[in-house]
């Protein structure tokens, strides 16, 4: 499922808040490669860069939004053909993921773009995840009912009122989808969402042995 025409429309003006740990990467050289999938306009790869990392790039679907950061003199590239990259094996250091599976709802597109991720991870490499996870709320429960019914798409999948068609996930679902690492620190935070809205969200921080 393309969705790049939302981020190349309504989403390019978005505001994306999921906070970096720190302390997840006081451990990292700072002049490890760090490469953020699905950058946006560049929030992350500005912030760390900000706390000193000094090879920091970013790849995302949107020219709209690459753009926007790269008038900020940021390091960013639009990804052609997602989720493949021009990286080669084992030639990062730590990737980030931030809020970008909620944007491809389907387990098969996520399971190869994490396996993608994987690959370019040198061994020892550090994967950063955060997303959000299924909310309680009656409106989102509706949403999620909405789309079930509809089918085609794993429970927790919903169309919000501008069109973006996204997923929020069950824990289990992405402990699973990180099987091929280990798993070594989580926390649980609130998070605002790009519409406005408050919710609960997870943040996995996984080594590749």
């Known amino acids: 499922m393309s969705q790049k025409a939302y981020w190349n429309?309504?989403?390019a003006g978005k505001t994306f808040t999921h906070p970096v740990q720190h302390q997840w990467l006081a451990g990292v050289d700072r002049g490890a490669r760090v490469l953020d999938y699905g950058c946006g306009y560049g929030r992350v790869v500005a912030e760390l860069g900000e706390h000193g990392f000094r090879d920091v790039s970013g790849v995302d679907i949107s020219p709209a939004l690459v753009a926007?950061?790269?008038?900020?003199?940021?390091?960013l590239s639009v990804l052609e053909s997602p989720p493949v990259l021009p990286h080669a094996a084992g030639s990062v250091d730590v990737v980030l993921l931030f809020a970008v599976l909620t944007c491809v709802p389907e387990d098969e597109a996520q399971r190869a773009m994490v396996a993608e991720l994987v690959r370019v991870l040198a061994p020892g490499g550090l994967l950063y995840v955060s997303d959000l996870l299924l909310?309680?709320?009656?409106?989102?429960?509706?949403?999620?009912a909405a789309q079930a019914a509809r089918g085609g798409l794993?429970?927790?999948?919903?169309?919000?009122?501008?069109?973006?068609?996204?997923?929020?996930?069950?824990?289990?679902?992405?402990?699973?989808l990180l099987a091929e690492v280990e798993v070594v620190d989580?926390?649980?935070?609130?998070?605002?969402?790009?519409?406005?809205h408050p919710a609960r969200a997870v943040q996995l921080l996984a080594r590749k042995s």
């Open 135 to 144: 909310q309680d709320d009656r409106r989102n429960r509706d949403r999620y």
């Open 154 to 176: 794993p429970y927790g999948a919903f169309v919000t009122g501008d069109g973006a068609v996204c997923r929020h996930h069950d824990l289990g679902h992405l402990r699973a």
């Open 9 to 11: 429309g309504v989403g």
């Open 68 to 75: 926007r950061g790269r008038k900020d003199g940021l390091r």
């Open 186 to 196: 989580e926390r649980r935070i609130e998070v605002t969402t790009m519409n406005g």
